[in-house]
């Protein structure tokens, strides 16, 4: 079976919708680190207390990252049945539409339940979005469009808080963030009945509807490859959320009320180094190779990250200076695998490896984050101490490094 190519026309729709995808996917990520305090007293009332807050943003961000884990694997092995472009859509209305259900809850707990939902599709839509434009852009072209498509998840987070500049959050003005991240739902809908679909899956669709892609992962001529996968996949996410984002509501508890957007400043800081970092990421990992970036990378990661935790603090001249140079650091990660991370799989179960190994980080992470909020407790909400101890996990990608074969290998 034959199926005619893309034009230049459709190619480039489909790096645009798989970017604004990404980017409201960037929102649902940056929405509670820049929230949660102002949600839960709101919602907490009189019984709010600093360690309550931290406990309960380890709690939100644990929810949403187990709805991600399990959203990535199945709605990932969705993509790899029904097609990329479908499971990406169904992916952003799940995030949308749940997001937008938030200013309706009374409680924390509804709360928590809610972004497990969200958690769902923004899971959903990393596996599809890469799928679908590693096999809709020529070799030639693929680290630019994976750049622009890993930029997009950080651009979210950037756009988000220069929002919440402009209108600060607080416990009596949150409401309206929520009501801005279902907007996507719209795009969801477009994406569904719109966007065409990937050539090489339409290809191989016949040949492959018998099987489940999940099971084909674990045979003896794939196991060795997705083992690999979720190593080098996980290590960059369990950092990311165990220690890097404590900076924000170390930055919120700080600036104190009298400076309400602080908070929104250092992410936004943070957030344009990750826009520009996930972006040369996948430059830098062709340039230099597999082994080598990602040994560098993990490097850096860990040094920015303690120094930011240690060397600075809130407030104090540097610390917005290395808040940028961490996020642009640690998210060059994203930007590697968003170029390496697809081509390891064949195109009959590409979205379910990308989202299995993408996404087993998640489960760690939820667990990860949970174990950080109770050392944070432990530790009488000492944010810098529970960020420089988490820091660690970036240290194992410099031994995980070397357990990257070179190209020729990988070739499948």
């Given at each position: 079976m034959t199926t005619p190519q893309l034009t230049p026309t459709a190619r480039i729709s489909i790096l645009v919708a798989v970017f604004l995808g990404l980017l409201f996917d960037g929102?649902?990520?940056?929405?509670?680190?820049?929230?949660?305090?102002?949600?839960?007293?709101?919602?907490?009332?009189?019984?709010?207390?600093p360690s309550a807050g931290g406990d309960w943003f380890a709690r939100f961000t644990a929810a949403l990252m187990l709805g991600a884990a399990i959203g990535g694997i199945f709605l990932g092995q969705l993509g790899d049945k029904i097609g990329r472009s479908r499971a990406m859509g169904i992916s952003i209305l799940f995030y949308s539409l749940f997001a937008a259900l938030g200013p309706w809850v009374k409680s924390q707990e509804q709360m928590l339940f809610l972004r497990f939902f969200v958690g769902l599709g923004v899971g959903g839509m990393w596996p599809n979005g890469v799928a679908l434009v590693a096999e809709c852009w020529p070799k030639t072209s693929k680290a630019f469009a994976s750049g622009i498509m890993s930029a997009g998840l950080n651009a979210g987070i950037l756009l988000l808080s220069q929002l919440a500049r402009i209108w600060p959050i607080t416990p009596e003005s949150w409401k309206w963030l929520f009501y801005f991240a279902g907007l996507p739902a719209?795009?969801?809908?477009?994406?569904?009945?719109?966007?065409?679909?990937?050539?090489?899956?339409?290809?191989?669709?016949?040949?492959?509807?018998?099987?489940?892609?999940?099971?084909e992962l674990f045979q003896p001529n794939l196991?060795?490859?997705?083992?690999?996968?979720?190593?080098?996949?996980?290590?960059?996410?369990?950092?990311?959320?165990?220690?890097?984002?404590?900076?924000?509501?170390?930055?919120?508890?700080?600036?104190?009320?009298?400076?309400?957007?602080?908070?929104?400043?250092?992410?936004?800081?943070?957030?344009?180094?990750?826009?520009?970092?996930?972006?040369?990421?996948a430059q830098l990992a062709v340039i230099l190779g597999r082994q080598r970036s990602y040994f560098l990378i993990s490097?850096?990661?860990?040094?920015?990250?303690?120094?930011?935790?240690?060397?600075?603090?809130?407030?104090?001249?540097l610390f917005h200076t290395i808040v940028f140079a961490q996020g642009l650091v640690a998210t060059l990660f994203f930007g590697w695998l968003a170029v390496f991370l697809p081509e390891l799989f064949p195109t009959d179960v590409r979205a379910t490896g990308s989202g299995l190994a993408y996404n087993s980080g998640r489960f760690a992470t939820a667990a990860g984050v949970l174990l950080a909020g109770f050392l944070f407790t432990s530790l009488g909400g000492n944010y810098p101490q529970v960020g420089t101890i988490c820091a660690l996990i970036y240290g194992l990608g410099i031994f995980a490094a070397v357990l990257i074969p070179p190209a020729e290998k990988l070739q499948l």
């Open positions: 929102v649902e990520l940056g929405l509670m680190p820049v929230a949660s305090l102002s949600v839960s007293k709101s919602l907490m009332g009189d019984s709010f207390t719209l795009l969801g809908l477009v994406v569904l009945i719109a966007l065409p679909e990937s050539p090489t899956w339409l290809n191989k669709r016949p040949s492959t509807s018998q099987k489940t892609p999940l099971r196991i060795r490859i997705t083992l690999l996968a979720i190593v080098i996949s996980s290590i960059p996410m369990i950092g990311a959320w165990s220690a890097s984002k404590w900076m924000i509501p170390w930055a919120d508890k700080v600036a104190g009320p009298e400076m309400a957007d602080y908070k929104a400043t250092t992410q936004g800081w943070w957030a344009l180094g990750a826009t520009i970092g996930s972006f040369l990421g490097l850096g990661s860990v040094a920015l990250t303690i120094a930011m935790f240690q060397a600075t603090a809130p407030l104090q001249p």
